[in-house]
């Protein structure tokens, strides 16, 4: 058992172990798809998987571009960080425990996009996830998913997930089905920057390529 200190009102336990089928899927998943943890931190939230975008042109509120083809960061909750919150029996719970978890591991974000090279050419954050409520505070947008049938899949794979780590599995998730419903949630690099670490002359790189998005410069 990890408890953080810092006031927080959970700890962090050894989730109980996965089927054999279902580790041997994550671990080849996760090195197919060159998914690492953000920080060496066992409870760290946030693990980042780069990739290319593909899809429409997406225009931030900050008028960032994202066009097809660009540098993204993929990210992924981790199971190790998440999967005691969906243990706790109230909702609200839940919630205020992601975003404590949150509220500590957004400004590592920042501060990795600030500081480490292999991030500077990233043009975009990225996610598809469930737990999209009150990400804005971050800086992220939330977009829905164009395909109706994209919706549907990814919510479906993402519920399962998470029945899958909740000890009442489909009891705990079933009921909230109308709200869980996947999202696209977007940032630009310099946005995150902006709120939880001063731009340098390292962040100027890898924003150089965005001002020719458009003829203003954004």
């Given at each position: 058992?990890?408890?953080?200190?810092?006031?927080?009102?959970?700890?962090?336990?050894?989730?109980?172990?996965?089927?054999?089928?279902?580790?041997?899927?994550?671990?080849?998943f996760?090195?197919?798809?060159?998914?690492?943890?953000?920080?060496?931190?066992?409870?760290?939230?946030?693990?980042v998987?780069?990739?290319?975008?593909?899809?429409?042109?997406?225009?931030?509120?900050?008028?960032?571009?994202?066009?097809?083809?660009?540098?993204i960061?993929?990210?992924?909750?981790?199971?190790?960080?998440?999967?005691?919150?969906?243990?706790?029996?109230d909702?609200?719970?839940?919630?205020?425990?992601?975003?404590?978890?949150?509220?500590r591991?957004i400004?590592?974000?920042?501060?990795?996009?600030?500081?480490?090279?292999?991030?500077?050419?990233?043009?975009?954050?990225?996610a598809l996830?469930?737990?999209?409520?009150?990400?804005s505070?971050?800086?992220?947008?939330?977009?829905?998913?164009?395909?109706p049938?994209?919706?549907?899949?990814?919510?479906?794979?993402?519920?399962?997930?998470?029945?899958?780590?909740?000890?009442?599995?489909?009891?705990?998730?079933?009921?909230?089905?109308?709200?869980?419903?996947?999202?696209?949630?977007w940032?630009s690099?310099?946005?995150?920057?902006?709120r939880?670490?001063?731009?340098?002359?390292?962040?100027?790189?890898?924003?150089?390529?965005?001002?020719?998005?458009?003829?203003?410069?954004?």
């Amino acid at each position: 058992m990890h408890c953080r200190a810092g006031g927080d009102f959970f700890c962090f336990r050894e989730m109980t172990p996965l089927p054999l089928y279902w580790r041997l899927f994550e671990a080849a998943f996760q090195r197919a798809c060159r998914i690492v943890p953000l920080d060496p931190d066992p409870a760290c939230l946030l693990a980042v998987q780069p990739a290319r975008h593909h899809g429409s042109p997406v225009t931030l509120t900050d008028g960032h571009l994202i066009r097809p083809g660009d540098p993204i960061l993929e990210l992924h909750f981790r199971r190790e960080a998440l999967g005691p919150l969906l243990k706790q029996p109230d909702p609200a719970r839940l919630a205020l425990g992601l975003l404590q978890l949150a509220d500590r591991d957004i400004p590592r974000l920042a501060r990795a996009l600030r500081d480490r090279p292999e991030f500077y050419p990233i043009q975009g954050l990225h996610a598809l996830t469930l737990f999209h409520r009150g990400i804005s505070r971050y800086g992220f947008e939330v977009r829905e998913i164009e395909s109706p049938l994209a919706e549907r899949w990814f919510t479906w794979w993402q519920q399962t997930l998470m029945a899958r780590d909740h000890p009442l599995g489909r009891r705990r998730v079933d009921p909230h089905r109308t709200r869980l419903i996947a999202r696209h949630v977007w940032c630009s690099p310099a946005e995150l920057i902006r709120r939880y670490g001063s731009p340098n002359d390292r962040a100027s790189l890898r924003e150089a390529p965005s001002a020719e998005c458009s003829p203003d410069g954004r």
